[in-house]
């Protein structure tokens, strides 16, 4: 049983750093997500969709840190971008950060499933009160997260928010992969 947590701002930001994995398209989750975390009961969100400036801004804090370690940059995907809102609205509308979508086992068949053919994904996943300059720089500090955008591999980029339904918790996903 999965009980709803009444979190403040410094227990969501624990819950922001917790929420980091990494799979393969065709490597299915086992168990429980360990990062699924029921925030607030699921109700109404408000979905948003990604602007390309958005998108790009995400992309470019990513390869600063890409770039630092001497990877190949990123682009950033509108594929993705709209992946992980969708993930992001579905988070909220559940009021539950996880890895796992209503109808999915991670980020590898939902990116399937929009037709992008992904040789590797990784998703990183937060919810709080912060906007996307702060979960970026979150995911940045953040060593789990930040594995998941060093992956050599990982060529394309996308993400995603949505407001859950209490009005002020945002859900968001990024979504890292490269195609075959």
Known sequence: MTQTLGLSAAALLSALLAGCAQTTPDVRVGGDDPHDMQLMPAGTATCLAT????????????NAMRRNAGLPLVQPDPVLAQVAAQHACDMAKRGRMTHRGSSTSGPGPRVKAAG???MVTAENIAAGPFSQERVLAEWNASSGHLANMLIPQVRDYGIGQAIGPDGKTRFWAAIYAAPR
Do not use: K, L, R, V
């Open 116 to 118: 992008y053919a992904p």
């Open 51 to 62: 602007s390309s400036s958005q998108n790009s801004h995400g992309a470019a804090a990513t």
